[in-house]
């Protein structure tokens, strides 16, 4: 008979491999951008989509990729320590579009009209986490207007990916709810 994971070791895989994601897509954009568009300045980042997908899956735990995908957009921009600590911590303010879930619960978000402002309001909720945390460290708050124009493209990208995820089955899903759902369809199957 073989052994089942248990949740928690599921949930160590299913971060790590979205861990891997952040890593892989940011390097790659910070790269194209570098390569094929210096001196543009317009960014794109999946931070927010891939954080709003982790966000649906597994809750809080989203907040390790937003925190993820600042540091790894900073190191691969060769960013300064101020900007490390922008990226990164201002990220964190996506963890308050949790609220969402308290608020409407988890499956209206997920399939209802709130499901395609969610995304919309983490990548908001980041630029202005962004804006927020320069202006502590000293940046003027005019200046901190750039954190919104420079990444607006970043809107379309989220959009889109977070659309195709809420196609697929289980992608843009709370586990928990995913894996009682496979388990009843295979308790079904063996009766039928």
Request: charged residues 15%; contains cysteine; aromatic residues 16%.
């Amino acid at each position: 008979m073989e052994r089942r994971r248990s949740l928690g070791e599921y949930r160590a895989i299913d971060l790590v491999l979205f861990a891997g994601m952040v890593l892989i897509f940011e390097f790659i954009i910070v790269r194209a951008a570098n390569w094929w568009f210096p001196g543009q300045p317009f960014t794109v980042s999946l931070a927010a989509a891939i954080t709003s997908i982790v966000f649906m899956r597994w809750g809080a735990w989203g907040g390790i990729h937003a925190f993820l995908a600042g540091l790894v957009f900073c190191f691969f921009s060769s960013a300064t320590l101020n900007q490390f600590l922008v990226y990164s911590f201002g990220n964190l303010f996506s963890l308050a579009a949790l609220l969402a879930f308290r608020i409407w619960g988890k499956e209206k978000v997920r399939t209802g009209n709130m499901g395609m402002l969610f995304p919309i309001a983490v990548l908001a909720l980041m630029q202005t986490g962004r804006a927020v945390v320069a202006i502590v460290l000293g940046a003027e708050p005019l200046s901190a207007t750039g954190f919104y124009t420079t990444d607006s493209l970043s809107y379309i990208f989220t959009f889109v990916i977070v659309w195709i995820s809420r196609k697929l089955d289980g992608v843009y899903e709370d586990q928990i709810h995913y894996l009682l759902r496979l388990q009843a369809r295979e308790r079904e199957e063996r009766r039928g």
